[in-house]
């Protein structure tokens, strides 16, 4: 358990409504990442981020944003959720040295009507 | 730019055998890491395994060890004694800044 969660755990929304996710981490990992797992595409990166206010696209950004004003928060908001966008959502953090490897939340079931 | 391929969708195999699968990845880097990770039906991210790729030795983690050919860009997972509760989709990934995933092979063990 590397101290991340995830809120809400499962929302069901409509298409054209915002909705924002939140990862939460206690670790003060530096680096955090957002994907997206739908069936035969695996994970997907949606966007991470390196450092307070630091954020970079992943491969399918669009239609989503992030933001991260503190080191234990990054944020995922879909401005105008679409039917497209119904997915499990995980986040996770990377920890640093010489492993590199990631750590993941326990995902956001997100259903867009 | 870089790809991870799980060319196993879907694999089955008896309790206590030996399953391995399989996996291949294409990069320009030299240093980079790879790793295997377990998803169960509880859909947690569970790392089963990783390996640097400076490192000839191949790792080994209990009942899990690879086979690690960089010149080939293959990074096979075999899962020794397979238990019932190896049974979960399986996913290779590669980084060496952000994470590359396969898309995955589901493996089922049968009592």
């Known amino acids: 358990d590397a101290g991340i969660t995830q809120s809400p755990r499962h929302k069901v929304t409509e298409t054209g409504t915002p909705v924002t996710l939140r990862c939460h981490q206690t670790?003060?990992?530096?680096?955090m990442y957002w994907y997206r797992q739908d069936p035969g595409h695996g994970l997907r990166l949606i966007h991470y981020s390196y450092g307070v206010k630091d954020t970079d696209k992943g491969e399918v950004s669009d239609g989503y944003s992030v933001s991260r004003s503190k080191t234990e928060d990054f944020l995922l908001t879909l401005e105008s959720a679409t039917s497209s966008q119904t997915s499990v959502y995980f986040c996770a953090i990377k920890h640093g040295g010489s492993v590199n490897e990631q750590f993941f939340g326990p995902g956001t079931r997100l259903t867009v009507l | 730019a870089q790809t991870v391929t799980q060319s196993q969708p879907e694999m089955s195999v008896q309790e206590a055998e030996t399953v391995t699968l399989s996996c291949t990845y294409d990069t320009s880097e030299n240093n980079y890491y790879l790793f295997w990770y377990k998803q169960p039906p509880s859909r947690q991210m569970i790392l089963v395994i990783r390996?640097?790729?400076?490192?000839?030795q191949n790792a080994t983690e209990n009942r899990f060890s690879v086979n690690f050919q960089k010149a080939a860009k293959s990074f096979s997972l075999k899962i020794s004694d397979s238990q019932l509760g190896d049974t979960a989709m399986y996913f290779c990934?590669?980084?060496?800044?952000?994470?590359?995933f396969g898309k995955g092979t589901r493996l089922h063990i049968l009592p």
């Open positions: 990934a590669f980084t060496d800044d952000k994470i590359i």
């Open positions: 390996q640097e790729a400076y490192k000839q």
């Open positions: 670790e003060n990992h530096r680096y």
